[in-house]
């Protein structure tokens, strides 16, 4: 077993390599290693290198050492045409503690936020694929592509307990063009997590359970500019999960999300099934200002939700959306939702804040058709910003 590694593998540009985890097999490993140093031809051709065995990182966050603590275990940058793939797991071994309660002080200082490792994070790389590989119990986000493009992502199974916090399956940011597909995701946080600089993503045959489900944003944090177009997701199943799937955005932000699809997708034991949070704020009270009520927001305009059905334990839909830019041409073609075996006090009605747009098809319950229409066109209350997504 490889253990206490760190993978780097950078500088491979323009090269086609492949990273191949296959049966766990006993071997001994040292802490970084690159590619290259396993043989990585780069010849566009070759099947570079075979690691064997299963990959775990230390148990217990806390036997690293502060200072070479890693923001993740295995970091891929600057690749071009790379596969990683195989029967192989790579293993955290981190997440059995809640984030509020380090069971000891070496491991406190993992639990500042932001600090704990990634497991896999590909940068900056272009035309990468990860396939068949699974995933388990990162202390943090399980696969993360950052300033990234042409991303497939196929027959991954993530596997981390419901209640380890911030334990992202698989989390987007500046990527483009990216195809997920036929893989299996349970975590405590975001199933699949779209963030800002994103478009083209396509998701399809995806089981979410648990966890909080599909996921765009939180968009504009601390006023910032967020850009998000063109999501497609069908064929979703989330279960067990605290939303099935989520548009959030900070109060204060700029910039929009555009063109996102809804489509086929099926609920069990979800509290809330549809959600659109234009007041999103983490950390209640405790991040003070950052929650007070803004004029600006990023906007958001053309999202589809196409049959989606199954049960709900609190809400079936929450769309609260900004009263200075509401969110337009928001639409709904068959969406039923009944509530699955929870006490009735604690169900809520569906909530529909500022959200223009039709119902159309089979709707239950009715109310979830809250949305006003508008013919179109809502003039917002602030003047246009002066940036384009
Ligand atoms: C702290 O927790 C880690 C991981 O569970 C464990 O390896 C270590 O022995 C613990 N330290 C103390 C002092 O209990
Ligand atoms: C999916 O991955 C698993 C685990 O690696 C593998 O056994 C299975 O053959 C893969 N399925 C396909 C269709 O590739
Ligand atoms: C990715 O692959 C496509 C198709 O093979 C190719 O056209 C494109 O140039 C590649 N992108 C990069 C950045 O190499
Ligand atoms: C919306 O996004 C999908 C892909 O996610 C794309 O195929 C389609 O062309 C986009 N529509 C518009 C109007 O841009
Ligand atoms: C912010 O605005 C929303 C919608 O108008 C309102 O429901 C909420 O109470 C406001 N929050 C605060 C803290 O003023």
């Given at each position: 077993m490889r253990r206490g590694f760190s993978l780097v593998a950078a500088l491979l540009w323009p090269a086609l390599a492949a990273v191949t985890l296959a049966a766990a097999r006993p071997s001994s490993?040292?802490?970084?290693?690159?590619?290259?140093?396993?043989?990585a031809a780069a010849d566009g051709i070759t099947d570079d290198s075979e690691i064997d065995g299963?990959?775990?990182a230390p148990a217990?966050?806390?036997?690293?050492p502060k200072p070479r603590r890693p923001l993740q275990w295995l970091n891929f940058k600057w690749l071009n045409g790379f596969t990683i793939q195989g029967s192989g797991t790579v293993d955290g071994q981190s997440t059995s503690l809640p984030s509020d309660s380090p069971a000891n002080a070496s491991q406190l200082h993992w639990y500042v936020s932001g600090v704990k490792p990634t497991l896999i994070r590909l940068y900056g790389s272009f035309n990468v694929t990860v396939r068949n590989i699974r995933m388990s119990n990162s202390p943090q986000c399980h696969l993360k592509f950052d300033s990234s493009g042409g991303i497939k992502v196929k027959n991954?199974?993530?596997?981390?307990?419901?209640d380890s916090p911030n334990t992202d399956?698989?989390?987007?940011?500046?990527?483009?063009?990216?195809?997920?597909?036929?893989?299996?995701i349970g975590c405590g946080d975001d199933c699949i997590s779209i963030q800002t600089g994103c478009s083209n993503v396509h998701m399809k045959n995806i089981n979410c359970n648990p966890g909080h489900g599909i996921s765009v944003g939180g968009l504009g944090k601390d006023n910032s500019l967020a850009c998000v177009s063109d999501v497609y997701a069908e064929h979703i199943n989330v279960e067990n999960a605290l939303y099935g799937v989520r548009i959030k955005t900070w109060q204060g932000g700029m910039g929009s999300v555009r063109n996102v699809t809804f489509s086929n997708v099926r609920v069990a034991n979800v509290a809330t099934p549809i959600v659109i949070d234009q007041f999103y704020c983490d950390g209640g009270a405790a991040a003070g200002a950052r929650c007070r009520n803004r004029t600006d927001a990023v906007e958001i305009t053309g999202v589809s939700y196409r049959r989606v059905v199954g049960t709900y334990t609190y809400q079936p839909v929450h769309l609260a959306c900004s009263d200075a830019r509401p969110c337009t041409g928001v639409s709904m073609v068959d969406v039923r939702l009944?509530?699955?075996?929870?006490p009735p006090g604690a169900l809520r009605q569906p909530l529909c804040w500022k959200s223009y747009g039709?119902?159309?098809?089979?709707?239950?319950?009715?109310?979830?058709?809250?949305?006003?229409?508008?013919?179109?066109?809502?003039?917002?209350?602030?003047?246009?910003?002066n940036y384009t997504c």
């Open positions: 490993g040292g802490r970084t290693f690159s590619v290259v140093s396993f043989g299963d990959m775990l217990g966050m806390g036997n690293w991954v199974t993530i596997s981390s307990p419901g399956g698989i989390h987007l940011q500046n990527t483009r063009d990216v195809q997920i597909r036929s893989s299996s009944s509530p699955a075996s929870a039709e119902a159309l098809g089979m709707i239950e319950p009715t109310g979830i058709a809250c949305l006003q229409r508008n013919h179109g066109f809502v003039m917002p209350l602030t003047k246009p910003f």
